[in-house]
């Protein structure tokens, strides 16, 4: 084929000293990046794009390329070990993640999140180089009544799914949502909730409260547990560092499902991969919820394999929408943008004609970057969940001092530290009344979305509420969120099958030991 030809001369050109010299170095800035609490991979590709002037276009593209898939990993190694994603991408995974750490299986939670970025990345990077026209022209679909039924369909998925009680979801989703509408109304210029205040004017930054939400909230709720009974110390790590075979086998369709979820997602410009994340954190949920001893909530190592996957193939597929289409579909793909206009290319459908040789070299450092992140990390898991043998108040002190840092260097405000320590104080109130968090996340990823999504689409129709509904598509979103709906409801007005006694626990060991021990 083609596609293959291409693909060889692109390797050709990679395989060099020198160019694999610069996957691994950008495979360990992203990850040491994306560690960092309130950055990520785009902060890296930014913090890197002035610094790369006097690298050839080859070997810049090639360097972001390892920060590209890099950052990932190092966002859910921070949510995974201390309750801090780097960036909203991995808030998904740090929901297991964290609780398998806390239970004595941090590493084996690092080294299922390593093998589910390079399964969802290597998946979704051949599809970009076999199937890159025919996912631009899927993209092109979608319109503004597409993008409002897509983050409705998210809304209610996360809010019913997420959350033991669907009121406490909505409540969640409220709050999420009145934060989304800070800041200065896309359609007509009119500030909103600002309360006068001009830092408030652009909006209260993702960074801000995702750091104040998961991080501020976590220190907090730690804090008010210390001395009293119940308080939950961190176990040791335990076990080998590498997964086992019951492992494996508990994860590897997490991970093809949370890839087969993440590819699609990449070339939709929803933002990124917080959808298929949270999508796919739910579907196994649910999927956990019919097996006799659900283990989610005690550390299941599928709600950490599916999540990663399908960030890292959503990541992938965006490569592919970027450079077929032009189409940035998330922040780290609009720091490319900028990365390969810097160096006079347009990235879109001449891309491949003018400068063929670069992309399909890009391509296939992609493809290295995916094997040097298994290589250089899959390792290293057991060395970075030594972190949690620091004590307690050593960890959650640093990690304040990171957060505090992340959320400052981001705007150099003030005000933004402010904020975070008023989310941080009702993100502790939230996991002191068990309200969700996650739907308040997803909220105010979504929320822009789904306002400027529907304006525009009433824009155009003439305030005709069928155009939202006026598409296959959005049909099809909507079907699928009526049999979730129904699928839920019945779920809970089933009746819960009763544990097994302990003498019977061989029989089901396949659905619960590989998530790890019970006490979290």
């Given amino acids: 084929m083609e596609q293959l030809t291409h693909l060889v001369g692109g390797f050709g050109a990679v395989l060099t000293p020198m160019n ?23 902060m890296a590709v930014a913090l890197l794009l002035p610094m790369t002037f006097t690298l050839d276009p080859l070997a810049a593209l090639i360097l972001f390329s390892g920060v590209y898939f890099g950052g990932l990993f190092g966002d859910s190694t921070a949510g995974i070990l201390m309750n801090t994603p780097g960036n909203s991408t991995a808030i998904a995974t740090t929901f297991e993640g964290h609780t398998m750490a806390r239970t004595g299986r941090a590493p084996q939670a690092l080294a299922t999140s390593a093998i589910g970025a390079f399964v969802g990345g290597l998946l ?33 998925a996360i809010s019913s799914i997420v959350s033991d009680s669907p009121l406490k979801g909505v409540a969640a989703l409220t709050i999420g949502l009145g934060l989304a509408l800070v800041g200065t109304d896309q359609s007509t210029g009119t500030a909103r909730f600002t309360f006068g205040v001009p830092a408030l004017f652009d909006g209260v930054s993702i960074v801000v409260i995702t750091v104040a939400v998961l991080a501020v909230g976590e220190v907090l709720h730690t804090a008010g547990r210390v001395g009293h009974r119940g308080a939950h110390e961190i176990v040791p790590s335990a076990g080998r560092p590498w997964l086992s075979g019951r492992d494996l086998r508990a994860a590897l369709p997490a991970w093809l499902r949370g890839a087969g979820i993440g590819i699609p997602f990449g070339i939709i410009p929803a933002g990124g991969a917080e959808v298929p994340t949270f999508l796919a954190y739910s579907a196994e949920r649910q999927l956990d919820r019919r097996r006799r001893r659900p283990m989610f909530g ?18 992938g597929s965006a490569m592919g929408a970027l450079l077929s289409l032009g189409l940035p579909t998330s922040a780290t793909a609009a720091v490319l943008l900028a990365a390969f206009q810097q160096y006079g290319m347009q990235p879109g459908p001449l ?17 290295l970057a995916t094997v040097a992140l298994l290589i250089i990390n899959l390792p290293f898991a057991p060395l970075w969940a030594k972190l949690l043998l620091l004590p307690q108040s ?70 005709d509420p069928l155009t939202l509904v006026g598409s296959p598509i959005t049909l099809s979103l909507y079907a699928l969120l009526l049999l979730g709906i129904a699928w839920a409801v019945r779920q809970r007005l089933r009746p819960t099958v009763p544990d097994r006694p302990a003498g019977d626990a061989e029989g089901v060991a396949g659905e619960t030991d590989a998530s790890g021990p019970r006490g979290a």
């Fill in 20 to 42: 694999l010299v610069w996957i691994v170095v950008g495979a360990f800035l992203g990850t040491a990046v994306g560690v960092m609490p309130g950055l990520g991979s785009a």
């Fill in 124 to 156: 979704a990077t051949v599809l970009v180089v076999f199937f890159a026209p025919a996912m631009a022209d899927l993209a092109t679909e979608f319109g503004p009544g597409e993008y409002f039924a897509l983050a409705l369909f998210a809304f209610v």
């Fill in 298 to 315: 005690k550390g299941a190592i599928q709600g950490v394999a599916a999540p990663e996957a399908a960030g890292n193939a959503t990541a």
């Fill in 351 to 367: 891309l491949f004609e003018r400068n063929g040789e670069i992309v399909w070299a890009l391509l296939a450092g992609l493809l």
């Fill in 394 to 463: 050593y960890l959650y002190a640093g990690i304040t001092v990171f957060a505090c840092l992340g959320v400052y260097a981001t705007g150099a405000s003030r005000t933004d530290l402010a904020i975070m320590c008023v989310l941080g104080a009702l993100a502790f109130a939230m996991r002191r009344t068990g309200v969700p968090l996650a739907p308040v996340l997803i909220a105010v990823i979504l929320g822009p979305l789904a306002e400027y999504s529907l304006r525009d689409a009433m824009a155009n129709s003439g305030n």
